[in-house]
């Protein structure tokens, strides 16, 4: 009996040699060979997935694609916040899954940051709308150096459909515009959702945004942050039959809306374009007009240069150092640029801010003492303008300004460790 058990086994097994692999077994054998066993893997491909059962399974065929076809070791990280069977498909195609809570787009990337195991990753979509099967110019872009690596549609394959007409043609390349304006980068395309980055640079990011706007806060965080970025040509397809985008399921609003928050995140973040660039052009200009009318009126050309003008300096220049002061102070509270901002508590020690502060309101408090002795023995009255006064009164503001300056300067900077 066990002899005839022992034939049978093999001419099974012989059998089997010659018999083609199923669908399922080869995929088990990928996601074995590739992804499961793998503790230390080179590459993360991390993406979050809401109700993508249609395409989430052949996305994880995809992704283990690319990476034999790279010739790296990986995992597919879905992170899943889905009521379909979107986890379920995944994890049967060879994908590892963190259910997590629907919190936005980008707050599934922040949960997952713990679980990431590879030195780089891959971020995109499941919805077959990025190709995964082509990894290799990314990971070879991360591997000669770049900390981030950029996608990029325009410089790739756009499938005709794939992006609505105002997205091609006005608003990707406007935000792209005003975000290298403002950064002084050179993407070419800051809404690709294909994007790779070292898991290093990653934690050094400290992502914050919850939705949409974490791919703007991204692209800025890594020019602050002085990353060495680099920009591949990607694929974009245009969805499946059957398959709505994100957008499209959120009604006709949610495009203008994403980019609403995305333009938000690129303002909070660059104090330099919105306060100290034109605080200085304010300051300057308010203290030349106001220093210059300090000793009265005058003529320019036949132009009466006088009180207004002096007002408006006095206007401009405190205007102008308010900014300038924003503008350091949110610098440093962001603290991207270290540097910075140890040279800016180094130039402006406790004392020597809390010194100028009060020298600056004494001298305007004085010139301002001369004015009252005037109207006092004037009998009450003042007969002329004392412009000097009007100058007083600026140098009191400012005093007042650079002291509470230096204290907000080193209440932000003391967490740092780097206050004086």
Known sequence: MSMAASGVSELREAASAFLPESPLSVRARLSEAVSAPVEAPLVSIVVPCLNEELCVGEFVDWCLAGLRSAGVTGEVLIVDSSTDRSAEIAEQHGARVLRLPKRGLGRAYVDALPHIRGRYVIMGDCDLTYDFRE?????????QGCEFVMGNRFGGYIEPGAMPTLHRYFGTPLTTWILNLMYGTYYSDIHCGMRGITL????????QSQSWEYASEMVLKAAKMKLRIGEVPVRFYKDRPGRLSH?????????WLAGWINLKAMFLHAPEFFLQR????????GLALTVSLAGGPYT????GVNLHWMLLGVTLATLGYSAVQMGTLARVFYNF?????????????????????????L???????VLVWRWIAGGLRLDEIQYAAV??????????QTFTFTLMLHVIAQPQGVTR
Do not use: C
């Not at 100058?391 to 007042?400: D, K, Q, S, T, V």
């Open 135 to 143: 990894l290799r110019p990314m990971l070879e872009k991360l591997q």
């Open 200 to 207: 290093e640079a990653l934690k050094r990011m400290d992502l």
């Open 337 to 361: 640029e270290p540097l910075y901002t140890q040279r800016i508590t180094r130039r402006i020690t406790y004392n020597r801010g809390s010194i100028t502060g009060i020298l600056l309101g």
């Open 278 to 285: 034109p605080g200085w052009i304010m300051l300057l200009i």
């Open 300 to 303: 320019i050309a036949g132009v």
């Open 363 to 369: 001298i305007g408090f004085a010139m301002n003492l």
């Open 391 to 400: 100058f007083g009164l600026l140098l009191i503001i400012l005093g007042f």
């Open 247 to 255: 957008h499209k399921r959120a009604g006709w609003l949610s495009p």
